[in-house]
Structures are given as C-alpha cells and as structure tokens.
C-alpha cells in the first residue's frame, strides 16, 4: 500500500538551517508531483511548497519562498525540504503529500495520500 | 482575494445533517477539495472535484457548489466525524495550494 514517510525534524534554534526527508513507497513515486504541508500548533493547514514529478518546476508559499528549498530524488523515490533561516514561527508539524497543483475542467488534483507528519520546533 | 474562509465551528446532533461551507473567488473557477484532520492523525482525502468520495470514505460525505461557496454535507453524522475540517482550492495564480481556516465540528 502507498506509505510516506517523513523524517528529520527536531528542535533548532532560529536562524538555524534544517532538512526534512519524505519516503515513498507502494507507488510510481517518479510519476507523482509532491508536496509539504505544515500545521502550527493550535493553527490550521498551510500548504508550503511543490515539486513537480521529474523535479523541474517549484513553487512555494509566500512564507517561506527564498528560506526553504523542496526538491526530490526520483532514485531514491525520496522528496526533500531544505529549510534555512528558520524562525519560530515554523514551528509545525510538517506532512508530505502527494499531488500536483493541476486542474482540469474545474477540478483540481487533491491530496490523496498523507504521511503522519515529522514536528519541527524552531525555538531559543 | 486569494483566501478561503471557513466557519471556526460547527455543531450537529448525532444523527443529523450538518453542512460545512468553503468561500473564496478561487471556488468559483475550481472545485474545492475536502480533508479532515483529527488530532495526533494525518489529514484524510474526502471528497475531490464535483462530488467525488475518496477511497473508502462513507457514502453521507458529499460536496456541493454554488457560486463561490463549496459546501461539505455529512448526512446522518457520526460521532467519528467529530474531527476539523478543511477545504482546499488552487489558487487562481496557478503557483499555490489554498486551504481554509478550518471547521471544527462537534457532534452532539
């Protein structure tokens, strides 16, 4: 069955620079865009950042753009986030997610499979 | 505008149908997509596009639309659907993924 499987968080302090991995399994992982989304704590979803299947084209949220890099390596059917200058308020847990900022006829892809998400605390 | 609002809390009684509402200028180009999110748990794929349930989610989960209102119903809810809930639309930019503030619901 498909399975992600995040990995890398901790306790950094601001300024600091982290990096977060995504394990896929049970799927063409080459053949799906992926993203990262992040909960705060006591806050709603925040979608952060996507990579497209092959790697080429990324997008991030306006709260990270220029501090976090997302990027994959389709051998190793592993998605990364490269998080710098971190700040406290990044604290959050952060879920990979598979699906493309794609729609069709109305219809957007969805996030059809979560990982169960690795916490990152940002904090002096 | 390039937001999403949802009501911060909802309630049914057990049994009951209860909707849950999505509104944005995105919604009135894309269907908004569902998911919920209990604690300690991976969000869940609901309902995507028009009307369409995830694999294995139950039949009183169903989406609607009018103008730039998404809507979630839950007929007959359960007292496992108490969990939050999120819409999520793609931006009309083209380059984000939007989601909603979030709907805690509470059954009765």
């Known amino acids: 069955q498909v399975q992600l499987v995040e990995s890398g968080g901790g306790v950094v302090q601001p300024g600091t620079s982290l990096r977060l991995s995504c394990v896929a399994t049970?799927?063409?992982?080459?053949?799906?865009?992926m993203n990262w989304v992040r909960q705060a704590p006591g806050a709603g979803l925040e979608w952060v950042a996507v990579v497209s299947y092959d790697g080429r084209n990324k997008y991030y949220a306006d709260s990270v753009k220029g501090r976090f890099t997302i990027s994959r390596d389709n051998s190793k059917d592993t998605m990364y986030l490269q998080m710098s200058s971190l700040r406290p308020e990044d604290t959050a847990v952060y879920y990979c997610a598979r699906g493309a900022l794609y729609c069709s006829e109305g219809s957007c892809y969805p996030f059809d499979q979560w990982g169960q998400g690795t916490l990152v605390t940002v904090s002096s | 505008s390039s937001e999403l609002t949802q009501d911060p809390t909802v309630s049914v009684v057990l049994g009951q149908t209860v909707r849950i509402t999505c509104q944005g200028d995105?919604?009135?180009?894309?269907?908004a997509n569902w998911y919920q999110k209990k604690p300690g748990q991976a969000p869940v794929l609901l309902i995507y596009?028009?009307?369409n349930r995830a694999s294995g989610i139950p039949d009183r989960f169903s989406g609607s639309i009018s103008g730039n209102t998404g809507s979630l119903t839950i007929t007959g809810a359960q007292a496992e659907d108490e969990a939050d809930y999120y819409c999520s639309c793609r931006d009309r930019s083209g380059d984000h993924m939007l989601f909603g503030e979030g709907t805690k619901l509470t059954v009765l």
């Open positions: 995105s919604v009135r180009t894309y269907y």
């Open positions: 596009g028009k009307n």
């Open positions: 049970g799927f063409t992982f080459r053949s799906y865009a």
